[in-house]
Structure formats: C-alpha cells, structure tokens
C-alpha cells in the first residue's frame, strides 16, 4: 500500500522549521517521521502523520507550499543486515530509489523504513513479490 | 472606436506647430517676466524670450530638475495668483520634501480633457464603468483618472487602491468594464481573485489602464491573461499635470503624447544635447499650457524614444515607447546597465516562477557587486525534489545570464512571501554603500 507523505517547501530562514512544528502541534498532528532534506537556501521538509489529509489541509491554509507525495513504508525486523535484504531486492529489480529514511517507529522489534522509489507500484509489487511486508498506514 | 478631441489629436502636424510655438512663446515670456527662478535661469545662459521663433528654439532654454522643483516648494515656481488656484497636489515621492502641482480652472479643465482622451483611447465610452483603483489624495493618479472617467461621462467607482477583495466584489456587483491601476497591483488582484474564488472570466472587464510604474510587453501579456481584459499603458507624472500625459491606442504600439499641451524633447541624460527623433535617451516635457505650476524642459529621468508614425487610430500625435526604465532606476551592476523590467521580461518568459521577485544587491567581502534575485516558486511547479527545484534555478539564472550578460544567485522563496505592494512595486534593495 502506499503511504502518503506530505512535502513542504522552506525557505532556509530563522523559524521556518519551528513554524510548521507549531502548526502541526496546535492542529495535533501525530508525527511518525520527519526529514529534510536541504540546499544552501532552501529545503524540503518531508512528514509521515497519522493524518496525512489534514496535515496537507492545515499547513496550506498558513500559506505554505506543500504537496501529497506517496511513498512505500517497508516493515523490517529489527536486526542487523535487515535493510540490506530490502536493498538488494531493489538492487536485483532494478527499483530506482530516490531517497529513504527511517521512521520513529520501534515495535515488537520491527522499524519501518520509507522508500521514495521512481514507479511506486512497481516498487510495492517487489516488496510482495519477495515476501516482505509494506505498511498501509500508521 | 471613439477619439475624445479629433480636431486635436489628429490635427494636420503642421498646425499643430504654429499653435505650439504660440503657446511655447507666451509661455517663456510669461514665466520669465513673472518667476524670478526662471528669469535667473534663462539670464544665466543669456536668453530672452525674444529668442524662442521656432519649436527648435527650446534646445536654447536651461532645463528644470525635480532637484530644483523641491528647492522652490511650495510656491516658487507659481505663475498665476494663489486665488487663482483650485487644487494643489504634490509628488508621490517616498523621499524628501515634495514637489508642487498646482491647477487654475484652467488647468483641471485641461488635465479632465487630456486623462478623458486617454480612456478613450483604451476604448472607452460614455457607457463605461470606471474602477479606479488609483490611490486618491495627493497623489495624482486616482483623482486625474477619476476628472477623465467624469469627463467622458462614465460611471465612475472611485475604489482607490487598496482592500482588495472589495475591489473584486465591486467588479462583479457593479460590473466595471475598465480598470485603472498600477499593473503590479493587477496581478495582485488576480492572486486574491484566484483565492477568493472568482474568476475574471466572469466578470465583465474589457480594459485596463494601467501605469504609475514601468512594466513590460511580457508583463502585459500576463495581466491579459489573467484578467481577462486588454491592458493599456497610461503615462503621466505630477510635475507635468499626473496621468494623461500620454497612453496607447488599440494598435498596442506605442503612447500617443497629448503634444498639444505637453510638449516633448529627447535628450542625452549625460550632455543635455537634444537627440534626433527614435533616439533613445531621457525625456523631457515643456508644459505649454500649464498655467498654475508650468514647467520649462523638465528632465523626467524616464528613458524611451519618440518617433511619429501613421497610426491605424488616426491620431497624428507623437509616440512615445513605453518606458525603458528611468535613469535612476538603471543599476550599474559591474559595469553592465540593468533595468530591473529586463529582469521581468526574463522571469515572464519561465513558467515556473510567479512574476513576483526581488532584487538584492550588496558588496561583498571582494568588493564586486553581489545580486541576489529573489524569485518565488510557483506552487504547481513544487516538487517533492530539490533536484527538480535545483532545475528551475538554474534555468533562471542561464535567461539571466544569457539576457543581461551577467550573473545574479538565485534564490527561490516561498509562494507569497515577497511584500506586495498596492501602489509602486518595490523591486530593488540596494544595500551596496555607493
């Protein structure tokens, strides 16, 4: 399944990053990851909440420049050696992976890693195909 | 399509001329006789009234700066009686003690006639209705427009600029046909339209006149687009009487000068020499009907050429370019001369950036002029991937690059974070200590 990530687009300025954190924390966002990824003057901030829809909805409506982006989340056991199975089935597929990061989920030693891959359904078909589980939602 | 003064505004050339000679004559006399700033002017270069006996004669009269105007304020430079004056407005400078225009019933008899002619030209009629959205008060823009729309007999809607939601509702409720404004305040007008949920398409615009800031052909575009309207540029400034000064007719080409009353010079901004008509250089007006506040050869700063042509409108006035620029609005930027609308035309051309930017200059530590060129990223164009923005920057700054010959850093800011103005667009910081 896919897993919708909300983009944003910031400005590298003093409190960018604080203002959206307020804004989700007064709209009660559960977060479940968060990355940037930067430039010397700008940056793209990249959540994963339990409320993907109402996240998009409430950091438009303080004019900001966000987006959906979906993104595979692939449950892995929490062990060494663990994300490189997941990295060769890609590799051996030929899955081209944008970007990854992982979330701040830990349970029943599991940890879920997000995968931006460049065709998602391709990717998810892999991810089944190889007997590894993609998450539906948080 | 209607022509306002057809007996003025297509007059044979050469009659025209005997009638500007006569009122440049009577004018130079008057003020020489009558302001000691002009006597003291025109001894100091040795001429007398007497010597003005063709329209060629002006090269020999001593130009009037804005510099000066302030100097003279408030009533220096007043040619009639202070009970024969109306109305006074002053300059819309941001810097500096003002400047003065002050009008006889004459006068705003005349400035009604010329701002009329111009809403003519953009196609209006008396069945007209008039947004205004030109700042009223001292500022001549809203009341000049609102004389002209009065004049021509249209309704008129003195909106004044500002409250721009209001603006739209009483476009729809009241269903204006021209719009008058800055033209960065149009496209603002457009964001908030988008926001608000109205569509121009809808409403019943067919004209808008805009002016009180340079802005370009691509630019124009734009605003067509967006407002669902023909854009026509208006030109004026207080000193010469504030808009009617000249405007563009349908054929889009060019500002016919309301040279009957305005009479206008071309001349090298660094030797004051005169230049050949489809020169390009500063421009220069001689009010030669003015009576409250006339002016002799008044350096503009604003860079076009004139030339004549036979317009498929009829009018036989003299054309001017829209504006180039004004020649303190040119940056130096290492050795290359920048109008900031070069910068506009650039951006226009590039879908992915919203027409709104900023220009930044500074001196940094190895002393070389450092531009930073603010520009914000259309939201439909964001991406996931700083590769995919990485891309627009660069394509910015290879049209930059490629048009201006220098380079400038590109930075992309946030939708809507550059401050819009409701006025005059404010697009240079200079922060550079020259």
């Known amino acids: ?31 479940r990851a968060l990355t940037i990824a930067d430039t010397a003057d700008f940056g793209i901030l990249r959540i994963i909440s339990e409320q993907p829809d109402k996240t998009l909805e409430l ?80 | 399509m209607l022509i306002w003064n057809s007996k003025a505004e297509c007059d044979n050339r050469d009659d025209r001329k005997v009638q500007q000679l006569y009122n440049l004559k009577k004018l130079v006399r008057h003020v020489y006789e009558t302001i000691p700033f002009y006597k003291t002017k025109f001894d100091e270069v040795g001429v007398k009234p007497d010597d003005i006996q063709s329209m060629a004669d002006i090269a020999k009269l001593p130009f009037t700066s804005k510099d000066e105007l302030r100097e003279t304020y408030p009533y220096g430079l007043l040619a009639v009686d202070e009970k024969e004056i109306v109305e006074i407005h002053t300059s819309s400078g941001t810097t500096g003690t003002p400047v003065l225009a002050a009008y006889t019933e004459a006068d705003m008899d005349m400035w009604s006639e010329v701002t009329a002619r111009c809403l003519c030209m ?24 609102h004389y002209g729309s ?63 800031e340079p802005w370009s052909d691509n630019m124009r575009k734009e605003i067509e687009q967006k407002l669902n309207l023909k854009a026509f540029d208006i030109y004026g400034l207080t000193e010469i ?45 001689t009010t030669i009907t003015r ?36 020649t303190d609005d040119m940056m130096i930027l290492r050795g290359v001369n920048i109008f900031p609308s070069q910068i506009e035309n650039v951006l226009m051309r590039i879908e992915e950036t919203e027409p709104h930017y900023q220009i930044v200059i500074d001196r940094g530590d190895s002393h070389l002029d ?13 991406t996931d ?13 290879a049209e930059i690059k490629q048009e201006l010959g220098i380079s400038m850093m590109i930075k992309l800011v946030e939708p809507k974070s550059i401050a819009r103005s409701e006025g005059k667009a404010k697009r240079v910081m200079d922060k550079r200590k020259l």
């Open chain 1, 59 to 138: 950091l438009k409506e303080h004019n900001l420049t966000a987006r959906v982006t979906e993104v595979i989340g692939v449950r892995l056991g929490d062990k060494p050696g663990a994300l490189h199975e997941v990295m060769e089935v890609f590799e051996k597929n030929k899955v081209n992976i944008e970007y990854l990061y992982s979330t701040l989920m830990v349970q029943d030693d599991q940890v879920v890693i997000m995968f931006k891959v460049e065709d998602i359904d391709y990717g998810l078909e892999i991810i089944k195909n190889n007997g590894m589980e993609a998450i539906t939602a948080f």
């Open chain 2, 291 to 326: 009576e409250g506040t006339p002016i002799i050869r008044y350096r503009t700063r604003d860079i076009t050429w004139l030339w004549h042509d036979e317009c498929p409108c009829g009018r036989t006035t003299v054309k001017m370019h829209r504006l180039l620029g004004r």
């Open chain 1, 1 to 31: 399944m896919k897993v919708k990530q909300i983009s944003v687009f910031l400005e590298n300025k003093n409190g960018r990053l604080a203002e959206v954190t307020r804004i989700l924390s007064e709209g009660n966002i559960s977060l």
């Open chain 2, 370 to 382: 450092e531009v930073e060129l603010q520009v914000e990223v259309e939201p439909s164009f964001f």
């Open chain 2, 150 to 212: 009065h004049k021509l007999g249209c309704n008129t809607i003195p909106a004044a600029s500002g409250n721009t939601k209001r603006q739209l509702l009483l476009m729809r409720d009241f269903k204006s046909t021209i719009l008058t404004c800055t033209p960065s305040y149009s496209l603002y007008m457009a964001e908030v339209a988008r926001e608000i949920g109205i569509d121009f398409k809808e409403l019943s615009l067919k004209a808008g006149i805009f002016g009180a």
């Open chain 2, 122 to 145: 953009a196609g209006g009629t008396p069945d007209d209705v008039v947004q205004n959205a030109y700042g009223y008060g001292m500022f001549t823009g809203g009341l000049g427009v």
């Open chain 2, 241 to 285: 009487v504030g808009p009617g000064v000249s405007a563009e007719c349908e054929a889009h080409n060019g500002l016919h000068v309301n040279e009957d009353h305005f009479y206008p010079e071309i001349i090298n901004p660094d030797t004051g020499e005169v230049l050949p008509e489809g020169e390009k250089g500063e421009l220069v007006f």
């Open chain 2, 385 to 397: 991937e700083t590769k995919s923005l990485e891309r627009i920057k660069n394509k910015i700054s």
